[in-house]
Nanobody, 120 residues
Framework: QVQLVESGGGLVQAGGSLRLSCVVSGRTFNTANMGWFRQAPGKERDFVAGITWGGGRTYSDSVKGRFTISRDNAKNTVYLQMNNLKPEDTAVYFC??????????????WGQGTQVTVSS
C-alpha cells in the first residue's frame, strides 16, 4: 500500500512562493513517475506537474514558468516549488504516482493533501 504525505502548504500573498513536499513510502520510488495535482473547491482534481523517474518534467499551461517539480530519490520525496503565486492557484495539492506516458494517476488512495491559499 502506497503512502503519500504532502506538506508545505499555507497562506501566502499573490506574488509569493511556497515549496511543497511529498514523501512516498510503500513502493519503489526511484522507478516511479510522479505527479502533482490540485483541487479547488467545487472543481475537478487537475494535473499540475509531473516528473519521470529519469528527471523529465512536464507542466500544465497554467503553471508553466512559475512552478518547478523536482525529486530526491534518496529521500523518497518529490517537491513542487511554486513562485509568483496567483489567487487562482488556491487549492488542495496532492502528489501521486502516475502511469508512464500518460501522467494519469495510478489507482489507490490519495494522501490528505496540503492546502495552498493565495490572497490577492
Amino acid at each position: 500500500q502506497v503512502q503519500l504525505v504532502e506538506s508545505g502548504g499555507g497562506l501566502v500573498q499573490a506574488g509569493g512562493s511556497l515549496r511543497l513536499s511529498c514523501v512516498v513510502s510503500g513502493r519503489t520510488f526511484n522507478t516511479a513517475n510522479m505527479g502533482w495535482f490540485r483541487q479547488a473547491p467545487g472543481k475537478e482534481r487537475d494535473f499540475v506537474a509531473g516528473i519521470t523517474w529519469g528527471g523529465g518534467r512536464t507542466y500544465s499551461d497554467s503553471v508553466k514558468g512559475r512552478f518547478t517539480i523536482s525529486r530526491d530519490n534518496a529521500k523518497n520525496t518529490v517537491y513542487l516549488q511554486m513562485n509568483n503565486l496567483k489567487p487562482e492557484d488556491t487549492a488542495v495539492y496532492f502528489c501521486k504516482p502516475v502511469s508512464r506516458g500518460s501522467w494519469t494517476p495510478v489507482s489507490g488512495s490519495w494522501g490528505q493533501g496540503t492546502q495552498v491559499t493565495v490572497s490577492s
